[in-house]
């Protein structure tokens, strides 16, 4: 007899994986503050606003690019990301890169306008390939190499450039077009808005913590300059006659050709886009992850970082990363979970299609306040109490990369000179730690016992501490302590060797770990590692070993 219950029974079994991996999808499985959630992304939202207009005007582009950016891959990386909590957007970082890409643009092909923006949307396309790439392949695991003096001054580095970055609202322009400090009235008006919003964000949370601080403080500014009509500059002020007032984001296939040369062009740029946008946002992700004391998934949040970008390039958005000053507004607001990323990008697409002129209206001096509370929050105030208890090697990478971040605004670059730093020092360190402690048994045989590793950096004080022509004639050298790492330590026991056999003598390799056989195997038909006893590895007989 035929029985279809089995059938019915892995069926029902399937739903339930398929409903538990939707849940966790959106985590709601895990108990989450709703109220938090959504003023949080309420707030982001209205925060995103500013930072979107100003990095697309940064790149030269029409301020709805940068718009359309935040609200695309803010909504992707909420619900695919690998990190709940994070925010992400148009960010100057990526906004740095297509200035030089507009000026080769201009040199080689003359073209200009929307033609323009054509290539950038393909470039944005093809860079968030290369991040899906990445995340697939796994590499996103690489981010753990970044020492944490490089974390320090990346983040302090960050912090000053948010808020030397405010200082703009602080300078007006004249009729000819050049900026002055704000005087008088104006300045007082400005300082005093800022101050209060600085204030409430900092005062609110010791009263209460039903609605988050900073988006308390924007309403309360807000309320004040447009009850009492005070003159102050608004987020219209800083759309040069524009408006964020627009539909939803149009499908567009760029309009660019589809030949070898384009690709030449625009690839360089779509890796470096790649490449800077994935180290910062997962250099954001290890940051919340140390704040909220959970774990992101790192090559998740590449993926998702990557379809991100993919389908903003295909939306009429400049692309873009995760941004750690939303990032940090949302989580200080209270935001665990991926709903109020969800809910700060759809209220950023309301906004655009329905609200633009309320947020127009909005005082920039209140979301100055905001972003000046959110970099005296970002800054590792404990970084200064380390100077005279961290290697001189730590501080000088911790100056470096905050130097590099401040002067040149390039996270990506900062960041691989902070590591780069740091694993020279790293293998200076280690090529001065080998050692070989030298004795000679009853039988007169004489024995290298090597501590520290054998590689490209240790390979010369480990030359100098054999001494061939006074040795007896069996030499034993024991890496019971020691690894042979690459291939110009490889190379150092071919010559060692080679140096004892024109001597006359007999030398044995002892204790070679599983690795270094391995390595020494996959040698053989490189380098003559005349070693004798074993002819497959060429290493010492076991019995010899014993």
């Known amino acids: 007899m035929v029985t279809f219950a089995p ?86 970082a990526i906004a740095v890169v297509f200035i030089g890409m507009i000026v080769e643009l201009n040199e080689k092909l003359d073209v200009s306008g929307d033609e323009v923006v054509q290539y950038i949307f393909a470039t944005v396309i093809l860079a968030g390939v290369i991040q899906m790439l990445i995340g697939f392949l796994r590499l996103g695991k690489f981010i753990r190499l970044v020492p944490h003096s490089v974390m320090y001054g990346f983040v302090n580095g960050l912090a000053i450039v948010i808020f030397m970055s405010q200082l703009a609202q602080f300078q007006t ?35 209460t913590k039903a609605v988050p601080s900073s988006l308390a403080a924007i309403i309360v500014i807000s309320a004040l300059t447009i009850g009492f009509g005070i003159d102050t500059s608004t987020v219209k002020d800083t759309l040069d006659g524009g408006t964020i007032e627009a539909g939803f ?94 809910v700060a990008s759809l209220g950023l697409l309301t906004f655009i299609m329905f609200g633009s002129g309320i947020v127009e ?15 005296i929050g970002t800054f590792e105030w404990a970084s200064l109490r380390t100077f005279n208890k961290m290697p001189i090697t730590d ?37 001065t730690r080998i050692r070989a402690r030298k004795r000679i048994d009853e039988k007169g045989v004489k024995y290298y016992e090597i501590y520290g ?7 010369s004080v480990f030359n100098e501490k054999f001494d061939v022509k006074n040795d007896p004639e069996e030499v034993v050298i024991d890496f019971s302590e020691s690894r042979v790492v690459d291939m110009s330590g490889i190379e150092a026991l071919n010559k060692i060797t080679e140096r004892y056999q024109k001597a006359g003598k007999t030398i044995h390799l002892k204790h070679l770990s599983e690795d270094c056989r391995k390595l020494l195997k996959n040698a053989d038909k490189i380098i003559d590692v005349n070693v ?15």
């Open 395 to 431: 501080i000088i990478v911790m100056l470096v990369v905050m130097f590099v971040t401040v002067v040149f605004h390039n996270l990506a670059l900062a960041v691989l000179v902070g590591v780069i730093i740091s694993a020279l020092s790293f293998a200076w360190e280690n090529a």
């Open 453 to 459: 590793p054998l590689f490209f950096g240790s390979v």
């Open 7 to 92: 059938y019915f029974k892995n069926q029902a079994k399937r739903q339930r994986s398929t409903m538990k991996k939707f849940f966790n999808l959106f985590d709601l499985k895990q108990k989450v503050n709703y109220k938090n959630e959504v003023l949080s992304g309420l707030t982001v939202a209205i925060a995103l606003v500013p930072e979107a207009i100003a990095f697309a005007l940064l790149a030269g582009l029409s301020p709805i690019t940068g718009l359309y950016a935040a609200f695309s891959i803010g909504l992707i990386t909420s619900i695919l990301g690998g990190r709940p909590g994070m925010i992400s957007g148009a960010t100057g």
């Open 361 to 375: 209206r909005l005082p920039m001096a209140a979301l100055t306040g905001v972003m000046i509370m959110v970099s």
């Open 173 to 207: 322009k004249d009729a000819q077009g050049t900026m002055h400090w704000l005087t008088g009235t104006p300045l007082m008006i400005m300082l005093g808005l800022v101050l209060l919003t600085m204030l409430i964000i900092w005062g609110l949370p010791k009263l």
């Open 532 to 546: 004798l006893e074993d002819p497959s590895y060429k290493v010492m007989a076991d019995e010899l070993a014993n």
């Open 249 to 342: 984001p149009p499908f567009n296939i760029p309009q660019v050709p589809f030949t070898w040369d384009t690709l030449l062009i625009i690839l360089p740029y779509a890796v470096i886009v790649a490449g800077v946008g994935l180290i910062e946002s997962l250099l954001t992700l290890n940051l919340i992850d140390e704040i909220t004391q959970t774990r992101g998934r790192t090559n998740k949040e590449c993926i998702a970082q990557g379809a991100a970008n993919t389908v903003t390039g295909f939306f009429s958005g400049m692309g873009g990363c995760a941004m750690i000053g939303q990032s940090l507004i949302n989580i200080s607001s209270g935001a665990r979970a991926r709903l109020s990323g969800i």
